[in-house]
């Protein structure tokens, strides 16, 4: 049975028009019923579990050691006219952004006093890089009833299973020129040692 329009306008387009319309919305909800009806029974085809894909995956992957930041965040402070010429090189395309003058005037300097720099670190016997402390490394130094004396040069990281507890026992004094990664519990704890 059709549904004819109700209305019907003295013009026959606009009753072509009304009729059209009505046609189009009874097809389109009879293609819904009909697609509502056979999703339970026609094959999808798709990669056998595709809806749980990660979670075997996901399950088994451990971090062995988290990855410290390559870099260490600073804020500095330049007068107008500094800031000026430093956007001045920006805009003249001989530095990418202000980042990268400012890494690249420190670098230039860290080379012109690279001499001063080895001498300290001879005199001070600094260890340089990454020096990155475990759990299991602190509890070696304390079975073996030692200490550590931790002069550094760059980035010092304890891991984040280490206690207070065990970082006091095992760190009788901590000298770090540039980062120390720690959970904020042991900074705590080894602040009264640190140099």
């Known amino acids: 049975m059709r549904?004819?329009?109700?209305?019907?306008?003295h013009s026959g387009t606009a009753a072509t028009v009304a009729f059209?319309?009505?046609e189009v919305q009874r097809r389109t909800a009879k293609r819904a019923t009909l697609l509502l009806n056979t999703i339970g029974r026609c094959p999808i085809y798709h990669p056998y579990r595709w809806c749980r894909d990660g979670e075997v995956m996901a399950?088994?992957?451990?971090?062995?050691?988290?990855k410290p930041g390559e870099s260490e965040k600073i804020t500095i402070n330049l007068g107008y006219v500094d800031l000026g010429h430093v956007d001045l090189m920006v805009q003249e395309g001989f530095y990418s952004n202000r980042t990268d003058f400012i890494r690249t005037a420190i670098r230039n300097q860290l080379e012109r006093h690279a001499d001063v720099v080895?001498?300290?670190?001879?005199?001070?016997?600094?260890?340089?890089?990454?020096?990155?402390?475990?759990?299991?490394?602190?509890?070696?130094?304390?079975?073996?009833?030692q200490t550590l004396h931790l002069n550094v040069?760059?980035?010092v990281s304890i891991a984040?299973?280490?206690?207070?507890?065990?970082?006091?026992?095992?760190?009788?004094?901590?000298?770090?020129?540039?980062?120390?990664?720690a959970s904020p519990e042991v900074k705590a704890a080894l602040a009264d040692r640190m140099r």
Request: net charge negative.
């Open 160 to 181: 984040a299973d280490v206690t207070a507890e065990l970082a006091r026992a095992t760190i009788s004094s901590i000298s770090v020129l540039g980062a120390l990664h």
């Open 118 to 145: 080895k001498q300290t670190v001879a005199r001070n016997t600094l260890d340089l890089g990454l020096r990155h402390y475990s759990r299991e490394d602190l509890e070696a130094v304390r079975a073996a009833r």
């Open 59 to 66: 399950s088994n992957v451990h971090e062995l050691r988290p």
């Open 20 to 22: 059209d319309e009505l």
């Open 3 to 9: 549904n004819e329009p109700t209305h019907v306008a």
């Open 153 to 155: 040069l760059g980035l």
